[in-house]
T-cell receptor, first 110, second 114 residues
Framework: DAKTTQPNSMESNEEEPVHLPCNHS???????IHWYRQLPSQGPEYVIH???SNVNNRMASLAIAEDRKSSTLILHRATLRDAAVYYC???????????FGQGTRLTINP | NAGVTQTPKFRVLKTGQSMTLLCAQD?????MYWYRQDPGMGLRLIHY???????AKGEVPDGYNVSRLKKQNFLLGLESAAPSQTSVYFC?????????????FGPGTRLTVL
């Protein structure tokens, strides 16, 4: 499985945008980039995924570099409820098994 | 819809005891998964199922057995619990096979083995 690298922790302020980076330099052409988050004492929750183009949904945006070796999850206006561990995961073609790393612990200051 | 539910929420076992964790989903999903999460770590896949009556090993299957007798239920069994199996267990399900598909997770079962 291709690996991802994320910062261990990040901090931001409420109502400001947050950019969470992920490096995946060994990504292959069929790997999808998924983001999940885990709120305290809860199961992981799907956030967004993409392959090549940037993606938007009601929760976040995903910006994918042109060479696909990195991506950024963007929370446009962080709230206290967005404090969680965010996981960047590569899912290769034909598989559905998620491989979780240690993720980025996001702290939101009021 | 209740989504994915897990029973029980908490359990304490003594070494050598057995127990079964139940996962149920009401979304008619084909695929179901069991993960474990140790403190400060990401989730690791134990076993998964691609349909009723089928199961397969994940990353850390030793010491666990699973069964998928009904499409909506996925059971995880510990025959002889060990302290190393102290963890939080998460069940998940997904509708489609493929890397574009999202998984839905349950709230977790916190298991302590003394």
């Amino acid at each position: 499985d291709a690996k991802t690298t994320q910062p261990n922790s990040m901090e931001s302020n409420e109502e400001e945008p947050v950019h969470l980076p992920c490096n995946h330099s060994t990504i292959s052409g069929t790997d999808y980039i998924h983001w999940y988050r885990q709120l305290p004492s809860q199961g992981p929750e799907y956030v967004i995924h993409g392959l090549t183009s940037n993606v938007n949904n009601r929760m976040a945006s995903l910006a994918i570099a042109e060479d696909r070796k990195s991506s950024t999850l963007i929370l446009h206006r962080a709230t206290l409820r967005d404090a969680a561990v965010y996981y960047c995961i590569l899912l290769f073609g034909g598989a559905q098994k998620l491989v979780f790393g240690q993720g980025t612990r996001l702290t939101i200051n009021p | 819809n209740a989504g994915v539910t897990q029973t029980p929420k908490f359990r304490v076992l003594k070494t050598g005891q057995s127990m079964t964790l139940l996962c149920a989903q009401d979304m008619n999903h084909e695929y179901m998964y069991w993960y474990r999460q140790d403190p400060g770590m990401g989730l690791r896949l134990i076993h998964y199922s691609v349909g009723e009556g089928t199961t397969a090993k994940g990353e850390v299957p030793d010491g666990y057995n699973v069964s998928r007798l009904k499409k909506q239920n996925f059971l995880l069994g510990l025959e002889s619990a060990a302290p190393s199996q102290t963890s939080v267990y998460f069940c998940a399900s997904s509708y489609l096979r493929g890397p574009w598909n999202e998984q839905f997770f349950g709230p977790g079962t916190r298991l302590t083995v003394l």
